[in-house]
Each structure stands twice: as structure tokens, then as C-alpha cells.
């Protein structure tokens, strides 16, 4: 099994880098923290929450839209050699990326493979650090990076591949959807049912719910797509909003998610949610976001309270 430590980062192309740096520091809050070439990257991460200062966490590059990757941090860096047999044995492709490779990505090492939806993966190992602190581009509250939703063709199937090549555990599940966690947070990687590979939305995590509101307003004036809330999840407890940036993808801010902490593992049973309005925002929003309206979940009968 290999032992993960946290989502390091994602990677996406865009046909227009420009707008996508405009939209990650204008909208979105993030800090462009260089630019290199056909390359734009974004930092995050506050050092008073998270004790470090990731490199970065987000990368644009131009290129097809359609063109995601994740990447995974290893817990023990030693271990990379060790995970092209692991995939090898699993029957999974694994490659070892190059120089020229670790330097785009800021890492010493990665092992590159794909899930069998064909999600793209990067097993990393020491990334970069920067030392240097976040500065937003605009106040959104984002505290941290915390979690993708990844689009599968075979949730059961995708499930096996998250725990039992990888460490991941299953918190919960929504309808078919399982949400894992890595670490203690709830959950650090959703998978939803589609037709293609992809990542389907990426959470930053806020300070408090003010935040969450007041990225709302701000977004409906400027007429930003809000898909999803604001609202609260029931499986993890987290208010959030979730809306539409360049190429489509969703972005989601939220707080207050729950975690599992290390005296839970042994006694904590994952709960089954139908995918239904209620499971999905305990509030009543539906939302419009591919994943999660895809299935169009029942609008459930006025209750009437006597």
C-alpha cells in the first residue's frame, strides 16, 4: 500500500493563461506566486494554519482544458522507490518523471500513473517549499487547499483503487459517491460518477462562514456563476459555496468541515446518504454543477410544520 500524506497540488491546462491568472487572484483570492513561461502557479496556504508554506497548489498552463492532474504527496519521501512496484504489482502504468519534469513541477522526484478512469496521478516526493508567506490577491479567507471532487466511470471500481493502492479510507457515501479521507479532515478526495476523467470541482478552505458569505455577494456582483449554496453539508458538516471559473472548472470555498482524529479510525463506521436535496445541502439548495446535478436528486415534498 502506499502511504499518502495530503493532495500536493493540481495542474491544469487552459486555452487562455491570462484570464486564468486574473480569475485565480481576483476572484478566486490566491497569490500567483510565478510565472514561467507557458506556466502560472498559485499559492494558498496560510502558515499559521497549515505549520508550512507549500510551494504551490494550483498550476496553469496552456494548454487543453480537458488536461488535469493530481498530485499526491508521499508521507515517507523514501518510499518512492518502492511505489512503481506497488503500481506495477497492482497492474497500474508508472513512470519515473524527468529532470525537466521535477523542475515544472517543483518537486525532487515524482512517479507519474493514472486510476482506471484515467484520472492523471503524480506520487510526489519532497516538494518545494517557499518559506514565504501567502499573500491573497484579494481577502477571501482561504486558509488552505483542502480537497478535490475527481470525476470516475466506476465509483465501486475507483473506490478499491483509493484504498487499497493507496491509504485512503471511506468517511462516507452519497448515493454512489464515496468521500475519502487521507488524513483527519473529513474528506480529501470525492469521486463522482461521469463519463470522463477529469477533476470536477477544488475546495479551499475559508476562516468562518462570514467568509463563505461574503465571497457570495462578492461573486453575484460580479455576476459570477454560482452552481452549489450556499448551503451546509450534511456528511461533513462544512457551509460552503461552489462556482464556475475558466474552462468550466468549479471552485468551492467552505468551512468548519469535520475531522476523524486518530482514536476515531478504529471505531468510526462510514455512513450511507441517499443522493437526494437534503443529503446534499442540509439547507435545500440544489445545485447546476456537472457531478452533482447530473443525477438530478428528488426535490423532496414542503414539509409542513403543525
Not at 517543483?106 to 486510476?115: E, L, M, W, Y
Not at 461521469?194 to 455576476?223: A, C
Request: with cysteine; aromatic share 10%; proline share 6%.
Amino acid at each position: 500500500m502506499i502511504h499518502l500524506h495530503d493532495i500536493r497540488y493540481v495542474r491544469m491546462g487552459t486555452r487562455d493563461l491570462d484570464a486564468a491568472i486574473a480569475f485565480a487572484t481576483k476572484i478566486v483570492g490566491l497569490e500567483l506566486a510565478a510565472k514561467d513561461g507557458k506556466w502560472a502557479y498559485f499559492k494558498s496556504d496560510k502558515v499559521a494554519v497549515r505549520g508550512d508554506t507549500r510551494d504551490h497548489t494550483l498550476a496553469y498552463f496552456e494548454g487543453d482544458p480537458a488536461d488535469h492532474v493530481v498530485g499526491l504527496e508521499l508521507k515517507n519521501p523514501n518510499d518512492l522507490d518502492k511505489v512503481g512496484a506497488e503500481l506495477d504489482n497492482a497492474k497500474y502504468p508508472a513512470r519515473l518523471g524527468t529532470k525537466d519534469e521535477c523542475e515544472q513541477r517543483r518537486v525532487k522526484a515524482f512517479i507519474a500513473t493514472q486510476d482506471p478512469t484515467g484520472n492523471k496521478i503524480e506520487i510526489v516526493a519532497r516538494p518545494f517549499n517557499s518559506g514565504v508567506r501567502y499573500f491573497p490577491g484579494r481577502d477571501a479567507g482561504i486558509t488552505h487547499f483542502s480537497h478535490i471532487g475527481l470525476n470516475t466511470t466506476d465509483p465501486k471500481r475507483d473506490e478499491k483503487f483509493w484504498t487499497t493502492v493507496f491509504n485512503a479510507r471511506v468517511s462516507d457515501w452519497l448515493g454512489d459517491t464515496p468521500l475519502f479521507r487521507i488524513h483527519t479532515a473529513h474528506h480529501s478526495v470525492v469521486l463522482f460518477p461521469t463519463t470522463r476523467p477529469g477533476i470536477q470541482h477544488i475546495n479551499h478552505q475559508v476562516e468562518d462562514i462570514d467568509d463563505v458569505m461574503r465571497s457570495w455577494y462578492f461573486l453575484k456582483e460580479r455576476n459570477i456563476n454560482i452552481v452549489f449554496g450556499p448551503g451546509r453539508h450534511p456528511l461533513s458538516g462544512a457551509m460552503m459555496v461552489y462556482f464556475e471559473g475558466p474552462d468550466g472548472m468549479v471552485f468551492e470555498y467552505s468551512v468548519g468541515v469535520k475531522h476523524i482524529m486518530p482514536e476515531e479510525e478504529a471505531t468510526y463506521r462510514p455512513r450511507q446518504f441517499p443522493f437526494e436535496r437534503y443529503a446534499l445541502d442540509m439547507w435545500g439548495s440544489l445545485p447546476t454543477v456537472s457531478g452533482f446535478a447530473e443525477k438530478k436528486p428528488e426535490r423532496e415534498k414542503m414539509r409542513v410544520v403543525v
